[in-house]
Structures are given as structure tokens and as C-alpha cells.
């Protein structure tokens, strides 16, 4: 197509979002004037240089450095918007293309007979019901994936990445996606033993059910999201099962103590034992050099054939230190457009520090739900579709003992900020919720085993937080009752 064809083109498709394309920015056209850009929509901040659509040489417009969920549903959303074909790579440390990470810890580590979770079953973006994007997804669409050739030095001003196989790329705009790292026990104290497993990708999860097929006595080391998810799965697998974390219940950067026992006593019914108030002193070897024991602070040990470490996550910021990172809450600083402090370079998912606009304040989410919600706001900024704040509601959840066979799946979301007072309402079996007040507004809600209609109820409360009697609902006499009264307080304020 000639250069007239190429312009025709670019005023059809790509000037009503407000889109540098790549022709503009030729050495043999010269910079050509902006156009269409909406107003009052800050323009993307891409840098200029010639990009070869056909990737011949070291050019590529859009770059995304990192394979997880982020990636993924950033890559979908360029395709959306007509923008990914040719234009756009994707740089991987892994063997496969983007997938829903939360499966590792659940259905991925069922037990052989009872139907666990594989590729491609799982493949980005099927956890919110879109297309699975597969290999030949990406393939079909023009995406270049490099797998398995993570990046290993880059130059802002310069524009440059290289990977680990001696790759040079040129980017116009670039998205840091590169999620995090699993926090590790030192080596000096058995860390890295064989049979102590870390979980935050395939590999790893490969290398779990391989130590479960064989395993008598796992001990999983803290009691958080890894740390509850993993001892279900085990308990599915009838195994020896022993957690140990150092707080004084489950899952205390959200649970209440009252919640948390709740949840301990379904685990202990299902065989697995709690120690609270607890740290490990060393891993230690057995005669065959693979991990044996567990030994704790007080002098105690475990015996242990696997260990499962799930003390939490930190940003993978490297090589991109020089970006800017925030201090406080971790990770690479970015505005409410995911915009790094040096023009043409964002970051997004669990690696992103943003402000969290309902709460003013900046944050830190290692959650799927933030991932996917926040790679799809960054690409339509950066291709000048809006210029709207993130505004993201915090939620979270997790699904446990949903394997065949189990006598009670359990499913719990949670909206909003665990602040203020609390107020619990249910037995647990069938259900039970939590609402936490502060000077008399619902500003988090907690929900177990609910109906799909009351779980679409949490979002609105939390987002709005309506005022609600404190003393209604603690008379309230059931779940369904308590989250009516909220319900009717919500309408009172929107009428």
C-alpha cells in the first residue's frame, strides 16, 4: 500500500482515538502534526521513532514486559481498539502465554482423579468470560511473544530492552507488567531445599503436585491466601497436613479473629492442623538432601517430606529500579493513568503503586481482579481513548474445597476497606457476613456462600457507602435480612 493508502487508513481508524500511528513518525515522512485528539485528553506519552510493522528490525511500537494476567488483558484490549497487529510484543520469562494465575493455588492442584484445572483450559481471558487466548491467539493477531527470554537490561533514555538471549528491542511505548516475585526463606536456613516449594507460576505448581503425588507430611508455611489454598488442596489429596504462621489467626490482613475461626474449624474437619504464634527457625535435610523436618523457634519440629512457603509477594521492579519506586507500599509509581515518572513507560498489575482514588491514598494490589481492570484502563489511555482517573474498588476473594467429592465448597468476596467496627451475621454453614462501619458508613463487606444476586449487592454497598444502623443489623436475623437492610439504605441514598 503507498504512502496516500497508509494516511486514508490512519484517518479512519486511528485519528479518532487521538493515535500517533507509526508512519507519522518515519525518518522519511518526517513528524507530521498531531490530529483528532479529543479535548481535554492529554495526548499518550509515546515517544517517536520508526517502527516497522512487519518487526524486520529491532523496532517495535508497543512493548509488554511480563506474561502474566496483565499482559494478557492489555493485549486484548489492543486488539479491541485494532491496535496490536504488527505493532505490539510481548517479552515472557515463561514457557506459555498468559493465564489466570489464581488456578495455581486452586483447581490446578486438585488430585489427578478429580478433574484439576490445565492449559489451555485456563489461558487469559477466560476468568471474566472473554475469548481464550491461546498461542495461535496471539499468532492470529499479529502479537509477537518472545517466551522464555525475560528482559535483562534497559535503557530509558535510549529506549532499549535486551533479553536474556542477547535480543535488542526498540519500543515507542512501554508497559511494565511484571507482577512479583514469592517472598523466599533464606538458603542459609533450607529455603531452597529439594521438596520446599514456592508458588507463582506453572513450573512451580509442577513441581508442588509432583512432591503431593509422593508426599506423606506437608507443612505450608503461613496462614494467608497461599497458605489456606494450598492446605485445601492437600486435604483433598488426604494428606498430613500442617500450617504454621506466626499471627494469631487465618488470614489477618482481613479476617476478623471471630471469621477466622470459622474457617479453622472447617479446615481441622478436614484434617489439617493449625500453628499459631509460630516461626521457622530452619528447614533441615534428611539423609537424601531433600527437605525432612521443620524446625520452629521454640525448639520444636515438624517432620516434613514437602514444605509449601507462601509468606506473601515483592514487585519485580528489576531492571527497571531507575523508573521510580515508591517507598512505602513497594513497586513502580505511577498516576491515575499508569504513568511513570519518564514519558512513555507504564506500569500496571501487581508491580503498579497507584492512587487509589476512593480511598485517597496510594496502593499496591496483588490481585487478579486489579490486574486485568488495570491493563485494560492503561492501553486505552495510552491510546488517548480516555483520559479518565482509575478509580478501583478493592475486592477480593478465594474459593477453596471445590473438588469432587468435598462436602462443602467454599466461595467468600470481599468489597471494599476493613475499617471500623465490625458486625457478623450467619453461622457460617450455609452463610455468613461481616460489615465493617465507620462513624455510622458501610465501608467494607464480607460475604460467604452467597447467592450469585447477593454477591452483585457488595460492589454497590462498598462503592456508595450508604449509612446503615449498626443496631439493625445486629438484630437482623439473618444474612439475607442484613443485607437487605443495607440494601434499603443504599436505595435511600440514591432517591
Not at 91 to 120: G, I, M, N, Q, W
Not at 262 to 286: H, M, P, T, W
Amino acid at each position: 500500500m503507498n504512502i496516500s493508502g497508509l494516511r486514508r487508513m490512519a484517518n479512519s481508524a486511528l485519528f479518532k482515538h487521538g493515535v500517533l500511528p507509526w508512519y507519522q513518525q518515519s525518518p522519511f515522512l518526517g513528524v507530521l502534526p498531531r490530529q483528532g485528539t479529543s479535548p481535554g485528553v492529554d495526548p499518550p506519552a509515546r515517544r517517536r521513532f520508526s517502527v516497522s510493522a512487519s518487526f524486520a528490525n529491532e523496532n517495535r511500537e508497543f512493548v509488554i514486559v511480563g506474561g502474566g494476567n496483565s499482559a494478557g488483558y492489555a493485549a486484548r484490549t489492543f486488539v479491541e481498539h485494532g491496535m496490536a497487529d504488527g505493532r505490539l510484543c510481548i517479552v515472557s520469562k515463561e514457557a506459555f502465554a498468559p493465564y489466570e494465575r489464581p488456578a495455581l493455588t486452586k483447581a490446578y492442584l486438585f488430585p489427578l482423579d478429580k478433574k484439576p484445572a490445565r492449559l489451555p483450559g485456563f489461558h487469559t481471558c477466560v476468568g471474566s468470560g472473554g475469548e481464550r487466548q491461546t498461542p495461535e491467539w496471539y499468532k492470529d493477531h499479529g502479537i509477537e511473544v518472545l517466551y522464555e527470554d525475560p528482559v535483562i537490561n534497559f535503557d530509558a533514555k535510549n529506549q532499549t530492552l535486551v533479553t536474556s538471549t542477547g535480543k535488542l528491542l526498540k519500543y515507542g511505548s512501554l508497559i511494565i507488567a511484571t507482577g512479583c516475585s514469592a517472598s523466599r526463606l533464606p538458603e542459609k536456613i533450607g529455603g531452597q531445599l529439594p521438596g520446599v516449594h514456592y508458588i507463582r507460576d506453572i513450573a512451580d505448581a509442577d513441581s508442588l503436585v509432583s512432591s503431593l503425588e509422593k508426599a506423606k507430611k506437608v507443612v505450608v508455611v503461613g496462614g494467608g491466601y497461599i497458605g489456606m489454598e494450598v492446605a485445601a488442596a492437600t486435604a483433598a489429596w488426604k494428606l498430613d497436613t500442617t500450617v504454621v504462621f506466626p499471627e494469631d489467626h487465618l488470614m489477618p490482613r482481613l479476617f476478623t479473629s471471630s471469621l477466622a475461626h470459622r474457617y479453622e474449624d472447617l479446615y481441622q474437619a478436614n484434617g489439617v492442623k493449625f500453628l499459631k504464634n509460630k516461626s521457622i527457625s530452619k528447614l533441615e535435610a534428611g539423609s537424601d538432601g531433600k527437605v525432612a523436618s521443620v524446625k520452629l523457634e521454640d525448639g520444636s519440629t515438624i517432620d516434613a517430606d514437602t514444605v509449601v512457603v507462601g509468606m506473601g509477594a515483592k514487585p519485580a521492579v528489576s531492571p527497571f529500579e531507575v523508573v521510580g519506586l515508591n517507598s512505602k507500599v513497594g513497586g513502580i509509581q505511577v498516576d491515575s493513568l499508569f504513568r511513570t515518572s519518564l514519558p512513555g513507560i507504564l506500569a500496571i498489575g501487581d508491580v503498579a503503586a497507584f492512587p487509589l482514588k476512593i480511598y485517597d491514598r496510594i496502593a499496591r494490589v496483588e490481585h487478579v481482579d486489579h490486574a486485568r481492570k488495570s491493563a485494560a484502563h492503561c492501553v486505552k489511555a495510552l491510546l488517548g481513548i480516555h483520559n479518565d482517573s482509575y478509580d478501583y474498588l478493592p475486592y477480593f476473594y478465594s474459593r477453596v474445597f471445590e473438588h469432587e467429592g468435598s462436602t462443602r465448597k467454599v466461595w467468600w468476596q470481599f468489597f471494599g476497606d476493613n475499617v471500623g467496627e465490625t458486625v457478623e451475621i450467619g453461622n457460617f454453614d450455609p452463610k455468613m457476613a461481616c460489615f465493617w462501619l465507620e462513624s455510622g458508613r458501610l465501608k467494607g463487606i464480607f460475604l460467604e456462600s452467597g447467592s450469585p444476586q447477593e454477591f452483585e449487592l457488595l460492589p454497590g454497598l462498598a462503592r456508595r457507602q450508604p449509612i446503615v444502623s449498626k443496631s439493625k443489623l445486629q438484630s437482623a436475623p439473618s444474612v439475607e435480612a442484613a443485607l437487605d437492610i443495607a440494601r434499603l439504605a443504599l436505595v435511600a441514598e440514591t432517591t
